[in-house]
């Protein structure tokens, strides 16, 4: 059966989040591996068991959960959320939107476009400050057929610019020594966080004693880092 079926007509039965949890560059990639019968249907995380029963129907393959080692179906859609304060303006979230739902500038704030985002999560592993949440959008988890083209029509404009190299980002000025001790800063402080998070106080001597090691590493690399900031200019 699935060698009568086209590319678009599995592509329009993928949620379009472009989130690449199946192991692919997006969801008409995934489309086209399936009807070359090199990808399980059951690769699509966001759709969760609604989209694997949908691909059931139109390839012939046996309904199957969804593959746990790609990650969990969330009950309800998620979206992207940039905590402003802490943003450094690195740009890194911008670079790996797959729909261009995040608009800022090199050295300036970011913030996200809560309308045009999928909820990939795809900027929370590159935000290098750990300043993006993924906060509950109270909506359905499967986008509306409209809201699932919007997605694939921001992704194709997408590549497209990423094909002619056109900048999504304005040119902005070069930073100063200041801004960017402000950044190392914010880095610094991102580092201990995560290290806090990370590794819990051990309760063994030994042990804690090198916590403690690392833990003041990293700290005298955030005063060194805000020391700068009150020097710079």
């Known amino acids: 059966m699935i060698g009568r079926i086209s590319i678009a007509s599995i592509d329009a039965l993928l949620p379009q989040t472009q989130c690449t949890k199946c192991g692919y560059d997006g969801c008409r ?4 591996a399936i009807v070359q019968n090199t ?59 797959p729909v261009d739902a995040i608009i800022g500038a090199a050295g300036f704030m970011h913030t996200i476009l809560a309308d045009d985002c999928s909820g990939c999560d795809l900027c929370v592993a590159a935000c290098p400050v750990d300043c ?24 194709e404009h ?23 001790q402000v950044i190392a800063a914010a880095l610094a ?22 916590w403690l090691a690392d833990k003041h590493i990293l700290e005298e690399a955030l005063k060194q880092a805000e020391s700068g900031m009150s020097d710079g200019s």
């Open 158 to 180: 997408c590549l497209e610019r990423q094909r002619h190299q056109t900048p999504l980002l304005p040119s902005v000025p070069p930073l100063g020594s200041k801004a960017k």
């Open 39 to 97: 990808a399980e249907i059951n690769r699509c995380v966001p759709g969760g068991p609604e989209v694997v029963a949908a691909l059931s129907r139109s390839t012939g393959h046996p309904i199957q959960p969804v593959n746990p080692d790609l990650g969990t179906t969330l009950d309800t859609r998620m979206v992207a959320y940039i905590r402003e304060p802490e943003c450094i303006g690195c740009t890194k979230c911008i670079q790996v939107c």
């Open 29 to 32: 990639p995934y489309a086209e």
């Open 132 to 155: 993006i949440d993924m906060i509950d959008s109270h909506k359905p988890r499967l986008p509306s057929p409209a809201e699932a083209e919007h997605w694939r029509t921001l992704h």
């Open 189 to 210: 402080r991102s580092e201990i966080k995560k290290f806090l998070r990370d590794n819990p106080e051990p309760d063994h001597e030994t042990e804690r004693h090198r």
